[in-house]
């Protein structure tokens, strides 16, 4: 029971994603400058998406010395990255949309915490393989 209502609350939660005007039913309008700050935080969501997305194809392009395998590897994580980031841009700013609306807290994730680590620990990976000369 409890996974269906999960699911179902996931569904009205994308629906909104195609019809944001409906947002404007629930609660009451919040100060426009809170909406305007959701609104940059969902573009700069976007471009670190963009940007995860372009170092998939750096990786991919500029990288060639490295194992195949690993090259995939490390450009496939970029993208997928990449993706969740534009995925999760929408989610957030409709959550927080609403939240601000219902005059509730804003909601939390560790999203940013797992992306940060990701990204750092692929880096890291990125830097020992080149230092030791591990991109034959």
Known sequence: MILIEG???AG???RLWWAPARIREEGTTPDYRFSLANERTFLAWLRTGLA???GGFAVDQFLPRLHPWLR???TVVLLVGGALCALRAVNHWVRCERAMRRG???PVSR???ALALAVGAL???LVVLVLLG???
């Open 72 to 74: 995939l590897v490390c």
């Open 134 to 136: 591990r991109t034959d």
């Open 52 to 54: 995860l997305i372009g």
């Open 104 to 106: 509730e807290d804003l």
């Open 123 to 125: 880096a890291v990976a």
């Open 7 to 9: 699911l179902r609350s």
């Open 111 to 113: 999203f940013p915490t």
């Open 12 to 14: 009205q939660a994308v």
